[in-house]
């Protein structure tokens, strides 16, 4: 039996956050007759199951804000998932959702954490019993749940597609990997430079709501944040004036370890305060 040991926790009323083994975050909203599941996951364990006999028995959505093996992993556990259509096509990913890759990226992870864990990517990382109908996902495109409304937004950067979500009753935006450490290399474009300005576009036009439609701000990693506590004041504006400072070519460049890397490999980033935009090997 897969595991069902995902610790989660309820941090605001009606909302979980779902940790999964350091990997990724999930985030379940359950409203007066629906729910709204944010992004899968890698696919370990019955993530499934703790949803519906943990969480809540209300019938619910699942949007994916991304394409990245982390967050749709596991998508053929459920029926069927909303997604951006410019993160529609699955076909060419660096990371490939196959159950070699989320066992991979499972392994790194936990040996980047040096943890055990209580799961085992061998039997816990299984094969989709079958592939998610995909629905495309609108930029304001809202899931009313009844006595809260969540309104999705294009935000592209991490990925063309990357979506955030404001839930309307906490005033809590979830912002996926539209802030995270590992940012601009999954951005296909013909520079940093135009990478970063995308980014930081969408960004500005999402920090923009602050304080008309959202106070507190999570994202799906735990690399500004810790588990069920809010991103602090500074992330967002800081990671904005880092794209800014990469897109006029002043950002502060330094060499790291690789956080995604196996083989104890370095990466550059730019730096501005706390936060990193990684921008290539």
Same mark, same amino acid.
């Given at each position: ?5 995902? @610790? ?15 990997? =990724?975050?999930?985030? =379940?909203?359950? +409203?007066? /007759? ?9 696919? #370990? ?7 519906? *006999? ?7 959505? $699942?949007?994916?804000?991304? *394409? %990245? $093996?982390? %967050? ?17 096509? &699955? ?5 490939? $959702? ?5 066992? &991979?990226?499972? *392994? ?19 094969? &989709?019993?079958?592939?998610? $109908?995909?629905?495309?996902? /609108? ?6 749940? +009844? ?6 937004? %294009?935000? @592209? ?8 979500? #404001?839930?309307? /009753? ?6 996926? !990997? ?40 999570? *994202?799906? %990693? ?7 506590? @809010? ?24 060499? =790291?370890?690789? @956080?995604?890397? !196996? !083989? ?18």
């Amino acid at each position: 039996m897969l595991t069902r040991a995902l @610790p989660y926790y309820e941090f605001s009323e009606g909302i979980y956050e779902i940790d999964e083994f350091d990997c =990724v975050s999930v985030f =379940v909203i359950v +409203g007066e /007759k629906r729910a709204l599941v944010l992004d899968t996951g890698t696919g #370990i364990g019955d993530l499934r199951w703790v949803i519906e *006999n943990r969480i809540t028995d209300k019938p619910y959505d $699942v949007i994916l804000t991304h *394409n %990245h $093996v982390d %967050h749709i992993g596991g998508a053929g556990f459920f029926d069927e998932v909303f997604i951006h259509e410019a993160d529609y096509d &699955w076909s060419e990913l660096e990371l490939p $959702v196959t159950v070699e890759e989320r066992r &991979w990226y499972a *392994n790194l992870i936990a040996g980047r954490e040096d943890k055990s864990y209580i799961y085992s990517p061998e039997t816990d990382i299984t094969e &989709w019993p079958k592939e998610p $109908v995909k629905k495309v996902m /609108k930029d304001g495109q809202v899931f009313d749940l +009844g006595g809260r409304k969540v309104t999705v937004y %294009h935000c @592209p950067g991490h990925t063309a597609g990357e979506c955030v979500a #404001i839930d309307d /009753k906490s005033r809590i935006l979830f912002c996926g !990997d539209a802030c995270n450490r590992n940012f601009l290399p999954a951005l296909k474009t013909s520079s940093v430079e135009e990478a970063a300005g995308t980014a930081r576009k969408g960004l500005e036009r999402i920090y923009a709501m602050k304080g008309t439609s959202f106070d507190m701000v999570y *994202n799906a %990693h735990h690399d500004y944040r810790g588990f069920a506590s @809010p991103l602090g004041e500074n992330v967002l504006p800081d990671l904005i004036r880092c794209l800014k400072d990469l897109e006029n070519g002043s950002a502060d460049i330094r060499e =790291v370890p690789d @956080p995604l890397s !196996d !083989d104890g490999g370095v990466r550059k980033v730019a730096v501005y305060g706390n936060v990193e935009v990684a921008v290539g090997k």
